[in-house]
C-alpha cells in the first residue's frame, strides 16, 4: 500500500474534515467561542461574588447594630425612610444616624450617641485587613490595591498572562477586606478575577499573544455586564480603560461585545441588584436650558476629582509607603483608621450602594452630604492606599452623586436668594449627572460611565448632558490625574503597539538630531539609604537614577519600581543601601545611537526614560531621554515626509 503523505486533517473523521472547511475554527470563530465561554465562567464568577459580599456586609451589620451603631440600609419603603427621618428627641438616638432631621435645629452631633462597644468597630475592618495582607503578601502581592491596575498592565506588559494563584488570592482578599467595611468596590476585583479567567482559558489552548490579551479584556468585559447589568458598558470599558486619555482599543469591541453579551444573560438568571436608581414616574429629567449649567458644574467635579486623587496618593505615597512596618500589616492598619472614621459615621463603610436611591431621594442634608464626601475619600484612601483589596470605581460612583446633590442643593440656594427658584435644575438631577461625571473624568472611561448610569436609571435621557460634562472635565484634567496608574497616556506607548511603528523610519533618526530641554539628571550617591531613597523618589517624577561612587565614577542604575518593592519587601528595619539596589547593566545609550535601539531599550526595561552618556568609554551622563521625546521626533519626522 503506498505511503499517504502526512496532513493537518490526520486523524480526524470526514465530518470534522468538513467542519473545519465550512466553518473558521482557526482564527476568528475560535475566538467568537472562546469569548463566549470566557464571558459565562466570569458572569459566574460576578455572581458569586457579589452574593457573598452582601451576606458578609449583611452579618456585619448585625454586629455593627449589636456594637451599639443602630443603622440601616436605606430601603425603598417612604414610610420606613420618613420615620428615620424624623427621630425622637427623647430617644436622643438616631435609628439610622447619617439621614439627616429636617428640623435646622437639630443637628447631627445632637441626635448621636456613641457605640456602646466602639472597640468592635474598630477591630472588624483591622481584622478584614490583616486577612487581606496575609493572603496578598504570603501567596500573590498582585492581588493587593485595585485590581483594575493589574489588568492593564498584564495587557500592556505581560501579553495577557496572568497568574493562575491571582484569582483565587483575589478572591479571598477581596472578601476579607469588602466583609469587613472596607471603603471600596468589588469591580476592580472582579474585572482582574474575569481577566484571569480569559488569561487562563487562553494558556491552556495555547494561542497566540494579540488572542491572550483579548480573551484577558474580554473576561474583564464580561464581569463588568454582570454587575451592572449593561453589555455595551462592559464592552466600552474593556476598550477604554486601557489609557488615559482618548485612545481607544477598537480591535477589543467585537469580541467583549460576546463576552458581555454572554456575561448580561447569564447573570440575568440571577435575581441580584447592584446599581439601581428607581425614578418617580413624573421625574423631570432635563431642559434645553438647563445646559447652562453644564460649565459650572463640571468645573466643580474638577476640583472635587482633583483633591480625591491627591489624598488617594497623598495617603499612599506620604504616609503608608514612608511607615516603618511590614508590608503585610498595612492592610490592618488602614481597617483601623477607616474604624475611628466609622464610629462617627457608619456609611463611609462598604461600597455604598445602598444609599444611592436615599441620595436621590432627598435624605442627606446639605451639611451632612459634604461631611460624607470628606471622610469617603479619607475611607477609601486608607482602604485602597493601605493594600486593601477592593475598587474605586463604586467610591467614586458614590462621591459623585453625593457631591452631585449638594451641589444641586446649593444652586438652588442662589437662585432662589436672586429671587428665581425655578431657574436650577432639581438636586436630583445633578446627582445623577455626579455619579457619572467622577468615574468618567478621573478613571478616563466617560462613554462606559455614561453608559452605566443610564442603565441604572433605565432611561438614556441623560446621556448627551452626562457626556457633555465628562467630555468638559477631560479638556481640563491633566492626564495624570486619574486613579488607574498604569494607565498609558497613548497607543504608540505600549508595548503592544510597537509594530505600529515604521522602523525603518525610526532607525534613521538618531538621538543628537533631537530638540530638547536636557538637564541632567540627579545622580544618587551609592551609600544612600533605602529611607532617603524612598523619600528622594517622593520628591521626583523620575522612573531611573544613576548612581555613583564618592569618586563620581557611574556604577549602575535604580529604577523607582526597584525602590518600592525593597520597601514592600523589607521595610525600613532593614539597612539597605542604593549598592544593594542597584542594576549594573549598561541600559544608557549615546547620542549616535538611534530611536529604534532607544525604544527597543525602554521596552526591554519597562520604564519611560533611558540616561543618554556623552560615549561608551566616556560614561559621563548628559541628560534623560523620554518616551515622549522619541513619539513627539517620530510623529514630526513622519509629518514632513508626506
Known sequence: MPYAPHNRMTGHSKFTAKLYEKFDFGSTGRLVICSACVGFFSSLAAVFMLLVVQTLEKEVADVYAYAGIH???????????????????ESKRLANPFIAPDSSKDSFFDLYEFPRYGVIILLIPALGGLICGMLVWCFAPEAEGEGTEHLIKSYHYRNGMMRFRSVPTKILATLSTLGSGGSAGVEGSLVMIGGGIGSLVARNLKINAQERRTLLMAGAAGAIASLFHSPFGGALFAAEILYCSTAVEFSLLFPCIIASLVG?????????????????QSF????????????????????????????????QNRFFARIEIPEIFKPALGGLLLGCIALFLSPVRGSGYDYFQAIFDGAFSLNLLLCLIFFKILATSFTVSSGGSGSLI???????????????????????????????????VF????????????????LTATVLVCNAIG??????????????????????????????????????????????????IHIQDLSLNKTKPVVVPENTSLADLMQFLAGSTASIFPVADEAGNLHGFLFASDIRSA????????????????????????????????????IRFSTEEIPIVASYDKKEILFLLRKENIFHAYHTRLANCQ
Open 71 to 89: 443603622w440601616v440600609s436605606p430601603g425603598t419603603d417612604p414610610s420606613h425612610r420618613q420615620t428615620m427621618e424624623q427621630p425622637s428627641r
Open 264 to 280: 448580561y444573560a447569564t447573570s440575568g438568571l440571577f435575581s441580584i441588584k447592584f446599581l439601581q436608581i428607581d425614578l418617580p
Open 284 to 315: 423631570t429629567f432635563f431642559h434645553v436650558g438647563d445646559f447652562l449649567w453644564l460649565l459650572p458644574f463640571a468645573f466643580a467635579c474638577v476640583l472635587v476629582g482633583w483633591f480625591y486623587v491627591k489624598v488617594l496618593r497623598g495617603i
Open 394 to 428: 463604586a467610591p467614586s460612583l458614590l462621591i459623585g452623586g453625593m457631591f452631585g446633590y449638594a451641589f444641586g442643593l446649593i444652586a438652588q440656594s442662589v437662585c432662589l436668594g436672586v429671587g428665581l427658584p425655578g431657574l436650577a435644575p432639581s438636586p436630583a
Open 431 to 446: 446627582m445623577l449627572l455626579g455619579t457619572g461625571a467622577l468615574l468618567g473624568s478621573l478613571g478616563k472611561i466617560p
Open 459 to 508: 432611561s438614556y435621557e441623560l446621556l448627551i448632558p452626562i457626556l457633555v460634562v465628562n467630555l468638559l472635565q477631560l479638556a481640563v484634567h491633566s492626564p495624570r490625574t486619574m486613579l488607574f496608574r498604569e494607565q498609558l497616556i497613548a497607543k504608540e506607548e505600549s508595548p503592544v503597539h510597537l509594530g505600529d511603528f515604521s522602523t525603518d523610519l525610526l532607525s534613521r
Open 567 to 602: 520597601f514592600q519587601s523589607h521595610g525600613l528595619y532593614k539597612r539597605m543601601t542604593a549598592a544593594d539596589l542597584v542594576l549594573r547593566q549598561e541600559i544608557f545609550l549615546t547620542p549616535k545611537d538611534n530611536l529604534l535601539t532607544a525604544l527597543q531599550t525602554m
